[in-house]
């Protein structure tokens, strides 16, 4: 039984804790969960269940408390929780960094495991600026990345962040200044991908790497564009002597369609950052992968390593975790699944399109986003799609979904219908 009624942890959650981008004291109450199977959310004050339609942020691709992840993390818990990785390794680290390499675009060999998206970030940025550094270039030390991107909270990527929803204001100063081109148009346009590879000339002799999210841009405004755009910066950054960093974190493992978004472009990045669905959702990790040339470049310098260790690295609960999540989403035909929920996600949030207030509608994958013409009142569209029986999270103008790849078609019916009342009452 809970040691506290949902009233007391209420108050002490209101007066002592931090939530995301939240104020101190909270100001909305949060809702409080007792705990999750399958893809609903048991909510503590005896309302029932709510069916989850964000993966907790794009990440439990199969579901909560599944059985197969269940019983890697216990049987890794009776082995061992977490050991040091300076000096020791371990098997569950091992076959997460050989199956990170075989499933990965081809040539990327090398990984470096780390707690969470920003800090794989953070390693991706270190290992380019190093790399050039080593090669006796320390001028390249600048990122290029295009407008409405995320790339976490930590500061290089915020750094990269859209400098409109990044803070940047609020940061002027202190973030280190980076270039950046216009967002990426959703079609294929010849007079952008030029304008792209101009600013790459321009500014090749300072920069280090080019970082981008391939195909979609998550939480920088859910907006999709053309793979081809990965084949010009591909080109572009190699005709510079410029690294691309591709930030897969919120699109790898199968979320966008392809097991990684840089397939849709046939593109392999020097360097590729992955993390959220990395565990199914179970526990934070994160993985930059890098090619034998980074490698090398770094292994090269005056100080021949990578200069990185976080205490928690490789953790081995997260590690086989990790693995098993990846063994379930290989074993089974997931691009059929995804493409299902494609399917369910376009019938359903069709007429969303007609909503007054509604600027766009888009799916991709299994990713369903509608778009409105003001931001959204997010207490409004909560309730709103709480009273259909789901789970949503809207930010800015936007009122979207990514649910668990094992979401029946009835339950992403009802994910579309709670949408589209978020998105009518918001
Ligand atoms: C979520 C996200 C990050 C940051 O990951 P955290 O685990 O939250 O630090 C970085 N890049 C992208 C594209 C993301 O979606």
């Not at 202190?174 to 321009?202: C, H, K, M, T």
């Not at 490698?295 to 086989?320: C, K, Q, W, Y």
């Not at 994910?415 to 918001?426: D, L, T």
Request: hydrophobic fraction near 45%; include cysteine; charge should be negative.
């Amino acid at each position: 039984m809970p040691e506290l009624s949902v009233r007391e942890l209420l108050d002490l959650d209101r007066r002592h804790v931090w939530h995301p981008y939240g104020p101190m004291p909270g100001r909305q109450e949060p809702l409080v969960v007792e705990s999750a199977s399958g893809v609903r959310l048991r909510m503590a004050d005896g309302s029932g269940e709510l069916i989850d339609g964000m993966s907790s942020w794009w990440s439990a691709i199969h579901g909560y408390n599944h059985p197969v992840l269940n019983e890697a993390a216990r049987g890794q818990l009776d082995r061992m929780s977490h050991v040091m990785f300076g000096g020791l390794t371990h098997e569950p680290a091992v076959q997460l960094a050989k199956r990170l390499v075989d499933m990965s675009p081809e040539g990327l060999e090398h990984v470096f495991l780390c707690d969470s998206g920003s800090v794989s970030v953070e390693v991706a940025v270190k290992m380019c600026l190093q790399h050039w550094r080593s090669l006796g270039r320390p001028g390249k030390q600048r990122l290029l990345t295009w407008r409405g991107g995320y790339h976490g909270d930590t500061w290089q990527p915020m750094s990269v962040c859209d400098p409109e929803g990044g803070m940047h204001e609020l940061w002027q100063g202190v973030l280190q200044r980076q270039v950046f081109a216009e967002a990426p148009p959703a079609e294929f346009d010849e007079a952008y991908a030029d304008r792209l590879r101009e600013l790459i000339g321009r500014h090749a002799d300072e920069l280090a790497a080019v970082i981008v999210e391939p195909v979609v841009q998550g939480a920088g405004g859910m907006r999709f564009h053309s793979p081809e755009y990965l084949r010009v910066l591909r080109e572009a950054c190699d005709t510079h002597d410029v690294l691309l960093v591709l930030d897969e974190i919120a699109t790898g493992f199968g979320r966008t369609g392809a097991l990684f978004a840089a397939d849709h472009a046939g593109v392999t990045p020097d360097v590729m950052c992955v993390g959220k669905a990395l565990t199914g959702g179970y526990m934070t990790m994160a993985a930059t992968l890098c090619t034998p040339r980074v490698a090398d470049g770094i292994s090269r310098g005056e100080v021949p390593v990578l200069a990185h260790g976080p205490t928690f690295m490789a953790n081995p609960l997260a590690a086989s975790v990790a693995c098993a999540s990846i063994d379930l989403l290989l074993a089974q035909d997931w691009r059929t699944e995804v493409k299902r929920i494609e399917t369910g996600l376009r019938d359903g949030l069709a007429e969303a399109a007609s909503v007054p207030g509604v600027r766009e509608v888009r799916v991709l994958g299994a990713i369903g986003v509608v778009q409105l013409d003001h931001e959204v009142d997010l207490e409004a569209a909560t309730a709103a799609a709480v009273r259909e029986g789901v789970w949503l999270r809207p930010f800015r103008d936007l009122v979207y979904t990514m649910p668990p790849f094992v979401t029946g078609d009835e339950d992403v019916a009802r994910i579309a219908r709670a949408v589209r009342a978020a998105a009518r009452e918001g």
